[in-house]
């Protein structure tokens, strides 16, 4: 029964296309595209991808120049912060060589020491704002992220010596 209904298909396709055959289904011959309209089409398209060229370019020199601001400011802003954390650790250590000063002799050495440990860090830190300002793009953040994380240490630690030896007897 299956091949009945089988060949009953193959038949009726074949029936179906001799139809559509036989009843004159033809295809036109194309016709020429007339003279110049395709090298116009191809000149119209190359006009086009160079207007488009010429447009991602500027995008592209337009965000660079505002990336390049971003970035300025954001390295000014960095130069500034620096600069004025280097300052005010600066003066703390000014204080505490003055309460050195004041002090009695076994507390002058102690406080003299200290203050030469953290004064040896700020010249580093000093040296490195130096180099954040000279440093190329790639490693601009690493180098800031770096001062910042070791300036906050010895400002604690800045902080923690004028506490102790407020008072110095």
């Given at each position: 029964?299956?091949?009945?209904?089988?060949?009953?298909?193959?038949?009726?396709?074949?029936?179906?296309?001799?139809?559509?055959?036989?009843?004159g289904?033809?295809?036109?011959?194309?016709?020429?595209?007339?003279?110049?309209?395709?090298?116009?089409?191809?000149?119209?398209?190359?006009?086009?991808?160079?207007r488009?060229?010429?447009?991602?370019?500027?995008?592209?020199?337009?965000?660079?120049?505002?990336?390049?601001?971003?970035l300025?400011?954001?390295?000014?802003?960095?130069?500034?912060?620096?600069?004025?954390?280097?300052?005010?650790?600066?003066?703390?250590?000014?204080?505490?060589?003055?309460?050195?000063?004041?002090?009695?002799?076994?507390?002058?050495?102690?406080?003299n020491?200290?203050?030469?440990?953290?004064?040896?860090?700020?010249?580093?830190?000093?040296?490195?704002?130096?180099?954040?300002?000279?440093?190329?793009?790639?490693?601009?953040?690493?180098?800031?992220?770096?001062?910042?994380?070791?300036?906050?240490?010895?400002?604690?630690?800045?902080?923690?010596?004028?506490e102790r030896?407020?008072?110095?007897?």
């Open positions: 029964m299956k091949s009945n209904k089988r060949f009953a298909v193959i038949a009726a396709t074949g029936i179906a296309a001799a139809l559509v055959a036989a009843a289904c033809e295809r036109e011959p194309e016709q020429p595209a007339p003279a110049g309209t395709t090298e116009r089409a191809a000149e119209n398209a190359a006009d086009s991808m160079e488009a060229a010429e447009k991602t370019g500027r995008a592209l020199e337009n965000a660079a120049e505002r990336t390049g601001d971003a300025a400011d954001a390295r000014r802003s960095a130069a500034e912060a620096a600069r004025t954390s280097l300052d005010s650790v600066e003066d703390k250590l000014e204080q505490l060589e003055d309460r050195a000063e004041a002090a009695s002799d076994p507390l002058k050495g102690e406080i020491a200290a203050v030469e440990s953290m004064r040896t860090r700020w010249n580093d830190l000093k040296a490195r704002a130096q180099r954040m300002q000279e440093a190329g793009e790639e490693n601009w953040e690493q180098l800031r992220d770096d001062f910042r994380r070791s300036m906050d240490e010895l400002k604690n630690d800045v902080d923690a010596a004028v030896w407020r008072n110095p007897g």
